[in-house]
């Protein structure tokens, strides 16, 4: 067995590259910090590839690097592939000098050749192979061209060709680079020295402009949000809704016609409401992840880190802790576990108490249908004022954890800002479907099981099958915890038992309300809930304490007590700040 060690800077194509190699169906995006861990995967049963996590240097300061020296040290590794962007050679070959003191055989990818060429720059590969005594290949990832050329040279082990002599330690930074301009000296032609700036400066200084960065970045949150809300993910999602409703319920409930009562309940008021009532809203987690995939594979995102260091220095945090938090619309784990890039335990600990109150996509079926219910037409602002309100709880909460218990000083801020690019659609298509498959999956086992528990609950009590739920133990429990809620304006039964099944997962709060309210929800929730009680409702949902997933994360990161401290703290933080909007609400009305 061959064991490639897989290392480049941060966002030079690195899990592009390993997703080709391997298929693995690893994430892959246009900026820094994607990959965390090392990970494996195979091309045949003969070739081991270990994708480690990018890295700018080997100093061992961010855990990272420690990561990858480890491994560069201990894991046995025949061959490091060392991938690099061929349109920034003079600072990426400052990584390539440090693991030529690993003595191992190395295989330079020079990557995004394509921009290089674009830039005016012609590489001698001959020339620099024969500078560096490594083997060179040039590869265009994105497009999958030169990932055949690994392949090959990994399977005749052509790189043991070349006899590195281990002559590039440096006593300190100016010397290697001033070794690495030697090289590039001899290596490289630059044409068009006199070009105007290319297209991404040109965008850059809209993007990135003091007046403009932070509005620009609300414009686009918005128009990804009204698509997702408006004009194609609320849509499909209610075509959906109308097909599972109308006409699929309906023949299985014909189906079962001749079946016990129990029985067909269970799979109609039970498994089908109860699922079907977060399938439903698939097509518009796939429109809003589609779209924020664009904006990732853009480039984009990267300058939203940019954009946004200043305000979480605020917090005691720097840019790149903004990252995590993106990753969390999505969903919180990923996002906990990613917020081990950052270089300090002050840094990693802070990000990952603030990450969850961003919202994930499991809250999106709440949201969904509150909105279709009472606010039709002003989806796109309700869910911009819920996303917003997240940012601003979470940079409050910061601040104040910043004054107590992080008193810390704050760490620099290193990020790379990739050339813009059309995004590839195979990667988007792939990140899509990613978030799309984990929900299926979810839909498929945890909702499908909390939906007979709580069809279960529903129909039974103390004396046995029941027909009224009013006197289930679904309704017993929801009792005991309805009083807690009478301030926010939801103090019914349903709502209590909903939110505390969403413990488990944050879309059983819509299953459990399709089997505890019963009938057609969005019809039902208007009976229930006031257009101040439901806003209420939802903030509280976008602030309580995240699903046991995540709270499992936590302890597992940072141990029991972040844990418990995480679960509570947030419970308590979204019931005052309901409090607050329904009660202040009430007064204004």
Known sequence: MVTAALLGNPNVGKTTLFNALTGSNQYVGNWAGVTVDKKEGYIDKNIKIVDLPGIYAMDTYSNEEKVSKSFLEKGNVDVIINIVDASSLNRNLYLTTQLKQFKKPIILVLNMLDVAENKGIDIDLNALSESLKVTVVPMVASKGKGVNDIVQILNNKKYLDIIDDNDCYFPDEKSTYTFIENILGNSIN??????????????????????????????????????????????????????????FSPFVEGLLSSSSPWFKSLIVEGIIAGVGAVIVFIPIILTLFFCISILEDSGYMARVALIMDKLMRKMGLSGKAFIPFVIGVGCSVPAIMSARTLESEKDRKLTALLVPLMSCNARLPVYAVFIAAFFPSKGALVISVLYLLSILIAFLIGILFKSTIFKKDEEPFIIELPEYKIPEMKNVLRHTWDKGKGFLKKAGTIIFAMSIITWSFSKFNFSGYTEEISQSFLASMGNILAPIFKPLGFGSWQAAVSLLIGFVAKESVVSTMGIAYGGNLETMLLTHFTSLSAFAFIVFVLLYTPCVATIATMKKEYGSKMAWFSAIYQLVLAWIVSFIIYNIGSLII
């Open 190 to 247: 630059i044409k068009n020295k006199k070009n105007s700036k290319n297209s991404t400066e040109l965008i850059d200084k809209v993007v990135l402009s003091p007046k403009l960065a932070y509005i620009l970045f609300m414009a686009i949150m918005y128009l990804v949000f009204k698509i997702t809300f408006s004009w194609v993910g609320q849509p499909l999602s209610d075509l959906l809704e109308n097909f599972i409703t109308n006409k």
